[in-house]
């Protein structure tokens, strides 16, 4: 158990719709980044926040945001889903802004888009 | 932008053999940390080694070792005496040594044969 939680595990919806997925870092960890997994793009970093404020944008699309709340946890809003967005998507934690060994990654919410 | 290459979509190894992943990487930068990520059928993402560039010695851990050669960015995950909790996908991973995002590579599927 790597301390990372993700809400919820498991998510189906249709296309058009919006989803919200979830998650808390490990105890005292600033940063959260989110990665999608995806079996056309493979693991691919989207955005990265710490404590609260945006600091790092990846292959992120338009219609995606995320937001870290004061509490740390992050949530990140996908929005007019597409078949394509079907895919597993990875919150990770680390104590630092950059740098640092190590980030610690939750167990993933599996999205998919009928 | 740098970008992690594994050539080998499948690998097979007999149980309690020796198995050798390979991972390319190409970098602009000269301090960075290179990692070997587990994927097993849980989709969890489980840090198997980490190797920090500016450090000649190849890190182990356990039944797990690296061969980092910088001058030809490549970095091979070599797994001694396998075992069937083994087989995964393994990932080979890059991140700069002040940044923050991980780059992957596409992954390897690790089967162990009994």
């Known amino acids: 158990d790597s301390g990372v939680t993700q809400t919820p595990k498991h998510l189906i919806t249709a296309t058009g719709q919006r989803v919200t997925l979830r998650c808390s870092p490990r105890?005292?960890?600033?940063?959260v980044y989110w990665y999608q997994q995806s079996l056309d793009q493979g693991l691919q970093f989207l955005i990265q926040?710490?404590?609260?404020?945006?600091?790092a944008k990846g292959n992120i699309l338009e219609r995606f945001s995320a937001q870290q709340f004061p509490d740390l946890h992050s949530e990140l809003n996908l929005s007019s889903l597409e078949l394509g967005d079907s895919a597993l998507y990875f919150c990770?934690?680390?104590?630092?802004?950059?740098?640092?060994?190590?980030?610690?990654f939750g167990p993933g919410t599996r999205l998919t888009v009928l | 932008a740098q970008t992690v290459t594994q050539s080998q979509p499948e690998m097979s190894v007999q149980e309690a053999e020796t198995v050798t992943l390979s991972c390319t990487y190409d970098?602009?930068?000269?301090?960075?940390?290179l990692f070997w990520y587990k994927q097993p059928p849980s989709r969890q993402m489980i840090l198997v080694i980490r190797?920090?560039?500016?450090?000649?010695q190849n890190a182990t851990e356990n039944r797990f070792s690296v061969n980092f050669q910088k001058a030809a960015k490549s970095f091979s995950l070599k797994i001694s005496d396998s075992q069937l909790g083994d087989a995964a996908m393994y990932f080979c991973?890059?991140?700069?040594?002040?940044?923050?995002?991980?780059?992957f590579g596409a992954g390897t599927i690790l089967r162990v044969k009994s």
């Open positions: 970098t602009s930068e000269s301090d960075y940390y």
């Open positions: 105890s005292g960890d600033l940063s």
């Open positions: 990770a934690s680390s104590v630092e802004l950059a740098g640092g060994p190590e980030q610690f």
């Open positions: 991973a890059y991140r700069s040594r002040y940044g923050n995002k991980l780059v």
């Open positions: 190797q920090e560039a500016y450090k000649q």
């Open positions: 926040y710490y404590n609260g404020e945006e600091r």
